[in-house]
């Protein structure tokens, strides 16, 4: 297949997710796996080259065409979205969550030392995490995940892919003095 | 330290003790790992008594620190006859205070990442704004009509299937797993995809209880097609 790098740069241009290399291979059926990550490496490296308005990320395991971050203010004035703007104590809610998943509330509220219901329910709602069922203790507690949509919004590639939270030194640390 | 309290200003009002706690600790530019109990154990009862002057409802989670502060600083204060328990009460600061600080600065950096959304935008109508689009030919099904599909499925399954006890059987908790897998990767599904042709009942009723569960923890919400008649389960 010779035009596999067009092929695919036309289904990563009407993807409405991520696409796998796996659902790649499904649909073009012949070439492998190999293949297939030849071609993205290389259109990847071709929007770098060229440096225009979208480039390639890979994310929540798979492969998708993005804007520029530098363009950020004039998808704003097209689109007009919502605001993501999370709290800090979502932000931390969050966090815990993807650094401790699966977890339960009670340990999400021991580490913040304050009741995280409305927080938990705002994040569920927005989708940015996920209820994985029940934990068999007293009060069934529900266990809590994140969702791809989660990966997605953070520019992850999977969970491993968590940035390393910076290791406590002194508290006068100007480090520290970032986290206010 | 009267002028000290009267600084602070609204933006200080700490969404928790540890807040707080991590608040005072850094004013001081103490290390964590040797805080001078005495002092801040004293200036975190003296924030407490402001906000109860500003009239601020301090929650019980205020009080349970505080009470956990004095507890240190008396066990600092008596003299230790076992040799062998001579750990640092403050320890027991320590750790939650590590933790909650390794959090806070996870959530920092999840917040300098590029955002979708904010930073970077995709080609992206979401599922769940394709089901606004059908609203008018799409109905919220009752537990009723759920009941009538899920009667419909159960008959379909043949007679002789008859429960095997000693069979490996699927909990409701691990179902739920299952299709949660299943919304992830797709965004939704029909109710009758969910149960397979060949399926034993143990995991038809299974299957159902899972999705009863999860309309009950508002997992997902299931619409019925007005002219198909299909039911769909969106996930949420």
């Given at each position: 297949m010779e035009d596999i790098k067009n092929i695919i740069e036309s289904l990563l241009l009407v993807t409405e997710e991520p696409l796998t290399i796996d659902r790649i291979k499904n649909i073009l059926i012949e070439p492998g796996r190999k293949e297939i990550q030849t071609a993205l490496t290389e259109l990847s490296a071709e929007y770098e080259a060229r440096k225009g308005g979208f480039l390639l990320r890979e994310v929540a395991g798979g492969y998708q065409i993005c804007t520029r971050p530098e363009y950020r203010e004039w998808i704003k004035r097209l689109l007009?979205?919502?605001?993501?703007?999370?709290?800090k104590a979502a932000l931390e809610t969050l966090a815990i969550i993807a650094y401790k998943q699966p977890t339960i509330r009670s340990d999400i509220e021991h580490i913040r030392g304050v009741n995280c219901g409305g927080i938990l329910r705002m994040l569920f709602e927005r989708k940015l995490i996920r209820i994985l069922g029940r934990k068999e203790?007293?009060?069934r507690p529900i266990i809590y995940a994140t969702t791809k949509q989660f990966l997605e919004t953070f520019d992850l590639k999977d969970l491993k892919d968590l940035p390393t939270p910076e290791e406590i030194a002194t508290l006068g640390d100007a480090s520290l003095e970032n986290l206010e | 330290m009267q002028e000290d309290i009267y600084k602070v200003q609204i933006d200080d009002i700490f969404e928790g003790p540890m807040d707080l706690l991590v608040h005072l600790i850094k004013k001081h530019e103490v290390d964590i790992y040797d805080i001078p109990i005495a002092l801040i154990t004293k200036q975190y009862l003296e924030y407490i008594e402001w906000m109860k002057i500003m009239n601020i409802d301090i929650a019980g989670d205020f009080i349970v620190m505080a009470s956990t502060l004095t507890k240190v600083k008396s066990r600092m204060l008596l003299p230790s006859h076992d040799e062998d328990d001579d750990e640092d009460p403050r320890l027991e600061l320590v750790k939650p205070i590590e933790e909650y600080l390794l959090m806070k600065s996870a959530a920092e950096k999840l917040a300098t990442r590029?955002?979708?959304g904010e930073d970077t935008f995709v080609r992206n109508p979401r599922p769940e704004n394709h089901l606004m689009d059908h609203e008018g030919e799409i109905i919220k099904v009752g537990l009723f009509e759920l009941i009538d599909a899920f009667q419909k499925i159960l008959e379909n399954?043949?007679?002789?299937?008859?429960?095997?006890?000693t069979a490996d059987r699927i909990s409701v908790r691990d179902k739920i797993a299952q299709i949660v897998d299943i919304f992830e990767t797709r965004g939704s599904t029909t109710f009758?995809?969910?149960?397979?042709?060949?399926?034993e009942q143990s995991e038809v009723i299974v299957t159902f209880l899972a999705i009863l569960e999860m309309v009950r923890l508002s997992l997902v919400r299931i619409l019925q097609n007005t002219r198909t008649g299909i039911i769909r389960l969106f996930y949420l």
């Open positions: 007009q979205p919502k605001p993501l703007r999370l709290s203790i007293p009060g | 590029i955002l979708l399954i043949s007679p002789h299937e008859r429960v095997d006890i009758n995809e969910l149960f397979p042709e060949n399926a």
